[in-house]
C-alpha cells in the first residue's frame, strides 16, 4: 500500500534511528574501557582494507582474530581530528576501496556510512567522544 508521504518520511526516520541509536549505545560502551592495543600491526590490517588515518591510534582491532575471509570484524579508533574531517576521510577510503552504494545516516553528533562491495556490507560510523572523535569500523558477510 501506499502511504501519504508525511507519512513515509516519519516512518524512515523511525527505521534510520533505531540502527544509529544502537551504534551510539555501542560506542559508548567501547569508549569506557575496551581493551587497548597499540597501532603498530594492528593497524596495517583494518576490516574491509581501509588505512588508518594519519594520527589515529588503533584503541581495538578483532580483524587479525577473524577467521579468514569471513568477512565480520570491528575495529574501534581515535583521533584528535574532527567528526566532519574524519568522517569524510572513511567516506573517500571506502569508495577508494570499491564500496558502493554509500548510505549516510547523521543523528545528532553521530555520522554513519554504510556500504557494500562483493557480498561484504560495511559500515563506518563516527562521533565525538571526550574531546576526540571515536571511529567504529565493521564489516560483515561472507564475501567472495
Same mark, same amino acid.
Given at each position: 500500500?501506499?502511504?501519504?508521504?508525511?507519512?513515509?518520511?516519519?516512518?524512515?526516520?523511525?527505521?534510520?534511528?533505531?540502527?544509529?541509536?544502537?551504534?551510539?549505545?555501542?560506542?559508548?560502551?567501547? /569508549?569506557?574501557?575496551?581493551?587497548?592495543?597499540?597501532?603498530?600491526?594492528?593497524?596495517?590490517?583494518?576490516?574491509? &582494507?581501509?588505512?588508518?588515518?594519519?594520527?589515529?591510534?588503533?584503541? +581495538? +582491532?578483532?580483524?587479525?582474530?577473524?577467521?579468514?575471509?569471513? &568477512?565480520?570484524?570491528?575495529?574501534?579508533?581515535?583521533?584528535?581530528?574532527? $567528526?566532519? =574531517?574524519?568522517?569524510?576521510?572513511?567516506?573517500?577510503?571506502?569508495?577508494?576501496?570499491?564500496? =558502493? =552504494?554509500?548510505?549516510? $545516516?547523521?543523528?545528532?553528533?553521530?555520522?554513519?556510512?554504510?556500504?557494500?562491495? =562483493? &557480498?561484504?556490507? &560495511?559500515? $563506518?560510523?563516527?562521533?565525538?567522544?571526550?574531546?576526540?572523535?571515536?571511529?567504529?569500523? $565493521?564489516?560483515?558477510?561472507? /564475501?567472495?
Amino acid at each position: 500500500p501506499k502511504f501519504p508521504k508525511a507519512r513515509t518520511s516519519a516512518l524512515m526516520k523511525k527505521l534510520l534511528l533505531v540502527p544509529a541509536l544502537s551504534l551510539s549505545m555501542l560506542l559508548a560502551a567501547c /569508549g569506557g574501557g575496551g581493551s587497548s592495543a597499540a597501532g603498530g600491526d594492528m593497524s596495517a590490517n583494518l576490516p574491509m &582494507g581501509l588505512p588508518l588515518m594519519a594520527g589515529a591510534t588503533v584503541v +581495538n +582491532n578483532n580483524n587479525e582474530l577473524a577467521k579468514a575471509n569471513s &568477512g565480520n570484524a570491528t575495529a574501534i579508533l581515535t583521533s584528535a581530528e574532527s $567528526v566532519d =574531517d574524519v568522517y569524510d576521510y572513511y567516506s573517500d577510503a571506502m569508495s577508494d576501496a570499491g564500496f =558502493d =552504494d554509500q548510505r549516510e $545516516v547523521e543523528v545528532g553528533d553521530i555520522k554513519n556510512l554504510s556500504a557494500e562491495k =562483493d &557480498g561484504l556490507r &560495511g559500515m $563506518v560510523t563516527v562521533k565525538p567522544d571526550n574531546g576526540k572523535t571515536m571511529v567504529m569500523i $565493521v564489516v560483515n558477510g561472507e /564475501g567472495q
